[in-house]
């Protein structure tokens, strides 16, 4: 039941019968739509609409990173997940960074910060096995041409050239791809990827076990790397395979809520629901003090649990039916106060460590999309080179931008999120998928590090809550709790079209509040599906932070 005096948007929601797609690039939306529109299943249009999203955004996007998949409705058996994270490689050693004269932290960038397996491309590989309606090489089409012949420079890539050309010009292979005239490109201006173009024709032709983690890909990009000290090998990608993975779920207002299970912080979105669950999140208000605290509020004490806990549960015994519990939420509960905010050290007792160890704040260049087809197959997905442009080096010759997920790894022995050979490190990104009355409902997700599990909450309340439409729960105003890029504190980072009033009582609550403007990409890009199931239509929506659309047919 929509909210019929919810806010006007700057753009209408999407409706359609037979497929949607939404993400934050058009050209992206487009390759997913054509995928559809030719007959093939939404796992199809979400592998063509990735592959684009690789070229004309890889900012936030790559095949050089990771991956992760939740699909429901079709011929799927119930909720399934895909998890296409790669581990860290089997040199990869506390001492050999000791080695190489770091002791203190993994560098975020260059070849040492690339140091876990790209894990993107063997979950396209699973899911077209079991999915897939298209031909292979023809997922390719459209990102090959935009590698090869060239698009246009888009806003949120052109303020990231601006913001990285510092970085981008330590490293001649990105240097020559993003800086080709030696400065950063205007919005509008052209740029293409020929590198890059030949590697996905290559992978088109021949698959990603052959070309990729069984062949001359892996070689050519560990000898790019290893001479700078990546401990990647090509060993390390003929082992690895993405896994199909048993997801963890709650309940939210009548919805089942699926998410990936750890080393994503899938179990901080459903922390938080379960804290919001015991509040009348309706009878606070949208844009309201109350509505903004207890978000705030409930992050901060979900996140104390993620930062303990989270790492790849082959290493550590993650005590994930409690701390998933509704009990155990009813319990932090108490934690939460209406008149005042959680301070610094308020919530560290109790927990294993404390303040014993540095956790720095996840970070995190990430793109999330959607599709849904005629055969009622609902994919939410979401995939990351980490930080924006990644570990910010290419692959050799590839053309591929190396992710550096694995320098979120702590050098200290001791940290529950410490390197090891072959270990998974903590994850920011999840998509995430609501279903009622056991069909899909909503996908919906975000980019944005610390940022995803709270714009996924505020999109589900004001859905659920409040009775807002798709493009009104992503358009309307958003926060951020945490530390961001290059920041050092945590703060309560809001968009500037919240009412003074309401800023002003946050602040009297001890809230830290930072405006930033309107529509800010700092609160990240979301992107939504929902299914109509009395009308008969898919409504899609798209962020205006970012450069994305929704499509249907």
Known sequence: MTNPNGPRTGRP???????????????A???????????GSAVDASIALNLTMAVVYSQMSGIGGDGFWLL???????????????????????????????????????????????????????????????????????????????????????DWLVADEHLLNQYPGMAETFLPTGKPQ????????????????????????????????????????????????????????????????????????????????????????????????????DNTADYYHHMAEALKVSAADRDEWLTDPAFVDIPLDKLLSKDYADERRQLI????AIQP????????????????????????????????????????????FGACVMGGDTGIIMQNRGSFFSLDENHPNCLVPKKHTFHTIIPALAMKDGKPAIAYGTMGGEGQSQTQAAMLTRMVDFGYDVQQSI????????????????DLWIESDVPDNVLRELKRRGQPVKLVGR??????????????????????GADPRGDGSAAGY
């Open 475 to 490: 358009e309307a105003p958003r926060w951020l709790f945490g530390r961001t890029w290059g920041m050092e504190s945590s």
């Open 72 to 158: 429901a409705g079709g011929k799927a058996k119930d909720v399934e997940a895909i998890r296409a994270s790669g581990p860290s490689a089997a040199k990869a050693t506390i001492e050999h960074y000791h080695q190489q004269g770091h002791t203190g932290r993994i560098p975020d960038r260059g070849p040492l910060a690339a140091l876990t397996v790209p894990g993107a491309l063997d979950g396209f590989r699973i899911a077209h096995e079991r999915y897939g309606k298209l031909d292979w090489a023809d997922l390719f089409e459209d990102a090959i041409h935009y590698a090869r012949n060239g698009f246009a420079v888009t806003r949120s890539l052109a």
């Open 337 to 340: 106060r209406a008149d005042r």
């Open 186 to 285: 205007r919005e509008g201006s052209f740029l293409a990827q020929p590198k890059l173009a030949d590697t996905l024709e290559l992978l088109a032709k021949k698959g990603v076990r052959e070309a990729f983690y069984e062949g001359e890909l892996a070689e050519r990009i560990c000898a790019g790397l290893e001479p700078d000290g990546s401990p990647l090998r090509a060993d390390d990608f003929a082992e690895y395979h993405a896994e199909w993975v048993t997801p963890i779920t709650t309940t939210y207002r009548g919805y089942d809520i699926y998410q990936l299970p750890p080393s994503t912080q899938g179990m901080t979105a459903i922390q938080v629901l379960n804290l919001l669950d015991g509040y009348d999140v309706a009878g606070w208000g």
């Open 29 to 39: 939306s487009e390759s997913g739509l054509k995928a559809l529109r030719q007959g």
């Open 13 to 27: 929601p999407v409706y359609a019968a037979r497929g949607m797609v939404s993400s934050p690039h058009y050209l």
């Open 345 to 388: 050290g308020d919530i560290t007792a109790g927990l294993r460590y404390g303040t014993e160890f540095d956790k720095p704040a996840p970070k995190g260049g990430t793109v999330y999309f959607c599709v849904t087809d005629s055969d009622g197959l609902m994919v939410s997905k979401i995939q990351s080179p980490y930080y924006d």
């Open 519 to 540: 529509w800010d990409s700092i609160v990240g890009h979301a992107q939504a599906i929902r299914w109509n199931e009395d009308t008969g239509f898919y409504a899609g």
